[in-house]
């Protein structure tokens, strides 16, 4: 009879801690959201599906190398040879170890830069790309602005701490979303594994992509990593799967591949992608002093919708019934709405 007590006694103990450890796990839990920064958007219409804390501002670590990657290809010739020079090396944190007199080109910089997150190759694209570390992160800056991103400042293009260098969740989506739709750029950060040029030695360089997700999640196609001890464990992924392409962001999240694979899945799970008008219809004919002019859009309206927002989808269109300016040949736009919350515009264009 004693036995069968103590059996009691610690079946009732191990429920007590059993019941303290969920209790602790909810309030870490907790603890976590509110210091991560998530996003996940769709990637052709930037539409936000999820987002935690999204809008606030972060140190990003090496993420911001999609930024220095894109701004790179955008303005230099991705086959221009660069020689390295002695204060290109040596750089602190991850590198491919680049030695003086060295010669890549620029496209192998940016595997370098990408796949293995070079700080060295960093350096060397900027001060190649714009003379200065200075200059290279105006151009940063200019190109943030420009694709939306007005929360961000960028200091420098490797991602090494420093106050003024931070971003938020949402704006490095934005950033992403851009840079994806470079197919050089695109090519690079889906590359698992490659060899490069060591230009000094009998041997070239093999880079294998930091990027685990490509290897365990289905459909990723990149992006990009990143860890300091102030950012805390950062990554950006993409992901195709069913006509859709999403993209995660989460900063300052310690279980960072775990987490975005949940994010991502849940997405996939709850949208899908709703082909809602194509771009070979004519919308409509609108008069003019040279008779009838038809009017159309340019690209398909692709939206990732929930099957209830499919069926209540409200479409607004906005244009003149009589054209009188032929100077510009985009006149309206379509509205596309999800109850009132606008989700997406498309211009409106005259066929003539």
Not at 82 to 101: H, P
Not at 211 to 230: A, D, V, W, Y
Not at 302 to 313: F, V
Not at 319 to 335: A, Q
């Given at each position: 009879?004693?036995?069968?007590?103590?059996?009691?006694?610690?079946?009732?103990?191990?429920?007590?801690?059993?019941?303290?450890?969920?209790?602790?796990?909810?309030?870490?839990?907790?603890?976590?959201?509110?210091?991560?920064?998530?996003?996940?958007?769709?990637?052709?219409?930037?539409?936000?599906?999820?987002?935690?804390?999204?809008?606030?501002?972060?140190?990003?670590?090496?993420?911001?190398?999609?930024?220095?990657?894109?701004?790179?290809?955008?303005?230099?010739?991705?086959?221009?040879?660069?020689?390295?020079?002695?204060?290109?090396?040596?750089?602190?944190?991850?590198?491919?170890?680049?030695?003086?007199?060295?010669?890549?080109?620029?496209?192998?910089?940016?595997?370098?830069?990408?796949?293995?997150?070079?700080?060295?190759?960093?350096?060397?694209?900027?001060?190649?790309?714009?003379?200065?570390?200075?200059?290279?992160?105006?151009?940063?800056?200019?190109?943030?602005?420009?694709?939306?991103?007005?929360?961000?400042?960028?200091?420098?293009?490797?991602?090494l701490h420093d106050d003024n260098?931070?971003?938020?969740?949402?704006?490095?989506?934005?950033?992403?979303?851009?840079?994806?739709?470079?197919?050089?750029?695109?090519?690079?950060?889906?590359?698992?594994?490659?060899?490069?040029?060591?230009?000094?030695?009998?041997?070239?360089?093999?880079?294998?992509?930091?990027?685990?997700?490509?290897?365990?999640?289905?459909?990723?196609?990149?992006?990009?990593?990143?860890?300091?001890?102030?950012?805390?464990?950062?990554?950006?992924?993409?992901?195709?799967?069913?006509?859709?392409?999403?993209?995660?962001?989460?900063?300052?999240?310690?279980?960072?591949?775990?987490?975005?694979?949940?994010?991502?899945?849940?997405?996939?799970?709850?949208?899908?992608?709703?082909?809602?008008?194509?771009?070979?219809?004519?919308l409509d004919f609108i008069d003019?002093?040279?008779?009838?002019?038809?009017?159309?859009?340019?690209?398909?309206?692709?939206?990732?919708?929930?099957?209830?927002?499919?069926?209540?989808?409200?479409?607004?269109?906005?244009?003149?019934?009589?054209?009188?300016?032929?100077?510009?040949?985009?006149?309206?736009?379509?509205?596309?709405?999800?109850?009132?919350?606008?989700?997406?515009?498309?211009?409106?264009?005259?066929?003539?």
């Amino acid at each position: 009879m004693k036995k069968i007590y103590k059996i009691i006694a610690m079946l009732f103990v191990l429920a007590i801690l059993s019941h303290t450890h969920v209790n602790v796990y909810a309030q870490n839990k907790d603890e976590f959201s509110n210091k991560c920064s998530e996003i996940v958007i769709d990637s052709r219409t930037n539409r936000i599906l999820y987002q935690n804390n999204a809008y606030e501002k972060k140190y990003m670590a090496r993420t911001n190398k999609i930024l220095t990657a894109i701004v790179v290809i955008e303005n230099c010739n991705i086959n221009d040879i660069v020689t390295i020079k002695k204060e290109t090396t040596g750089i602190e944190g991850s590198s491919i170890y680049l030695e003086e007199g060295e010669k890549l080109s620029v496209m192998d910089l940016l595997y370098g830069l990408m796949l293995r997150s070079g700080n060295d190759c960093a350096i060397t694209l900027a001060t190649h790309c714009s003379g200065s570390i200075k200059n290279f992160a105006e151009l940063m800056n200019k190109m943030a602005k420009k694709i939306g991103a007005i929360e961000s400042n960028f200091t420098n293009p490797h991602g090494l701490h420093d106050d003024n260098h931070y971003t938020t969740a949402y704006d490095l989506a934005i950033i992403s979303s851009y840079a994806l739709k470079n197919p050089i750029f695109k090519q690079i950060v889906s590359t698992k594994k490659i060899e490069i040029p060591f230009t000094t030695r009998e041997f070239n360089r093999v880079l294998f992509n930091k990027n685990k997700m490509l290897k365990e999640f289905e459909g990723s196609t990149g992006i990009k990593t990143g860890f300091t001890k102030k950012a805390g464990r950062c990554l950006v992924s993409s992901c195709e799967r069913n006509g859709l392409e999403l993209i995660s962001v989460v900063l300052n999240c310690p279980p960072m591949f775990e987490r975005s694979k949940t994010l991502l899945s849940n997405c996939f799970n709850d949208y899908k992608a709703y082909n809602v008008l194509e771009s070979d219809n004519i919308l409509d004919f609108i008069d003019s002093e040279r008779g009838k002019i038809a009017i159309t859009i340019k690209n398909d309206v692709i939206l990732p919708l929930t099957e209830n927002e499919y069926k209540n989808l409200r479409i607004e269109y906005e244009y003149p019934s009589y054209l009188s300016d032929f100077s510009n040949n985009e006149i309206g736009l379509i509205k596309f709405f999800c109850e009132n919350n606008l989700i997406f515009t498309e211009k409106i264009y005259t066929i003539i």
